[in-house]
């Protein structure tokens, strides 16, 4: 990233850090000489942010104030934070008896998003990181999320053919959207080495309370390991699981 991006991006945040509880409209002048910026840069700022909805601009006082897009990503967060102590229980149960790497991820857009993890204690195990973007379409939490999200989302978010991480990777939209739909069906998602060659998952849906699939819980490791837990048992007991994070969402089944 270069200087001059960097330095316009320090420069948004001290225009945001402005504005708090007690200051929640601003002059031009104002925000001027709180953060330093000169007039005339601080304008053009101002204009970009606010034809992108996190700026907005009183018609009457010509004041400053915060945009509805930023309690927009404000919410988005929230419920980040909400599912990650909705599901910490969950997580910990499905760790202690299956000793396996458990994670939480949301959907953004064609990739997921890790949201928590509990770790194995065994010799051979996963090093991912919270906050890592991965493939949907390679992933168990992917493609059940996919699953649900339907085919008009698969259309808009990915093209028809697909980067080729493994040899066990979809490749192809259309096989994408067919094998999503026998998943929807199963209620449950397996990931055969096709993001990293070795490792296997098994995820199930979180539901919401307007029965939508934003998030998902998984079991993941070494493949001969996963494996051995595919089970009707154990799939049974990671849906019961994901059913219990569903139920603190609000979520009811009919």
């Known amino acids: 990233m270069s200087v001059r991006k960097i330095q316009t991006i320090d420069r948004v945040s001290d225009i945001f850090k402005c504005f708090d509880e007690n200051t929640t409209e601003l002059a031009l002048g104002e925000i ?21 909805g996190f700026i907005e601009q009183d018609p009457t006082s010509r004041k400053y104030r915060l945009g509805y897009q930023l309690l927009y990503l404000g919410n988005l967060v929230s419920s980040s934070l909400d599912i990650v102590k909705s599901a910490s229980d969950a997580l910990d149960t499905l760790q202690q008896k299956f000793d396996e790497t458990i994670h939480l991820a949301t959907l953004n857009g064609d990739h997921i998003v890790y949201l928590d993890k509990r770790n194995s204690s065994k010799q051979l195990q996963l090093y991912t990181k919270i906050g890592i973007r991965v493939p949907a379409y390679a992933t168990s939490t992917g493609k059940i999320m996919l699953a649900y999200k339907g085919t ?7 093209p028809e053919k697909l980067d080729k991480i493994t040899k066990n990777t979809i490749s192809s939209r259309e096989v994408l959207i067919q094998d999503c739909k026998y998943i929807k069906s199963d209620g449950f998602a397996f990931d055969d080495e096709e993001n990293l060659d070795g490792l296997s998952c098994i995820a199930a849906p979180i539901f919401d309370y307007n029965n939508r699939v934003n998030f998902a819980v998984s079991i993941a490791g070494p493949t001969q390991r996963i494996d051995s837990l595919k089970t009707e048992e154990n799939i049974d007991f990671l849906k019961a699981q994901s059913l219990l994070i569903s139920k603190k969402l609000g979520y009811f089944p009919k």
């Open 152 to 158: 008009d989302y698969i259309m808009e978010h990915f």
């Open 32 to 52: 001027s000489e709180k953060t330093g910026i000169n007039a005339s840069t601080l304008h053009s700022l101002l204009a970009s942010l606010k034809s992108n």
